[in-house]
């Protein structure tokens, strides 16, 4: 695919005319997390004898909503990117996206078991859910709604719409596989801690790569949506069927090693390519990611501080 010469300059444009939609992204959702703590701590008539955790799932539904698609549908209209296009259905046989769903449940697992040892012994901070499940009052009712709508709705439009809709297929100009990779940074650094960062950016790389596959973001909508289900189910599991957790681990990775033994080609994540070393150079040190990175350090500073 024959492509546009660019200067330095005009890459660096492109890549601040999405980096500007995704800085603002980080600023407003820390403001709002940490604004939200700091209420709830020094201010707590605000929130009018309510959980705050009513006030936080709802806040981000909106937010994340308004921020993922006004700002990075300008973006995309700047960069000429029909979004649309890459929304468009397909149809895929069940058994790839059982399998990719095997895939992102089984790498969100790991990467999420080891970062909760790490948070154990560096006492990270975390969104707590201990809500979950409980329906006794009014309040819960509306948060335990507001979080399934967020995880399992809000949360992976909005991802694939901004970070593979726009910023895969943004920096995909630049090279097929530095649009996926670069994609999975950006999306770890548009995390608040660590803990958060490391699986977002394997999940994301995963999901970089089915997109990339099948020229839509709809599939991995649908993959991030049940990924959510698998693991809203495990947290309202009531204890006498805990049994289930660990088979269900079982039966995953068990899929996922007869997919990598018989190296089907279906399932096969695409050649690594990191791109010319200028591309990377570009990519950091263009001003909007520079910001991001600055955003991105002082939330994992943040994730360690106790308010």
Known sequence: MSQKVLTVKQAKNRINTFGKSLVLYVIVLTVFRYGIGLFEKYLPEIFLERESELFVFVGLNILVFLLSFLPF?????KLEIKVKDYYKKINIPFGEIFMHVCFTIGINLLTTSIMSIFSFFFSVNKLDTPFLGKFNTTDLIITNIAYFIYMIIVKPFCDEYAFRGVIQRALGKFGRYFGVIGSAILYMLAQRSIVEAIPAFFIGWYLSSVSLKYHSIRPT????????IYFIIIAILPSSLYILIPISVIIIYTIISF???FKHKTFTIGNI?????????ILFTSKSIIILVILFIMNVVLSFVRF
């Open 259 to 261: 997919s990598l033994f």
């Open 221 to 228: 909508i649908v993959i991030q949506s049940i990924n959510a």
């Open 273 to 281: 390519s990191y791109g010319d070393k200028k591309l990377w150079n």
């Open 73 to 77: 549908k300008i973006a995309a209209s």
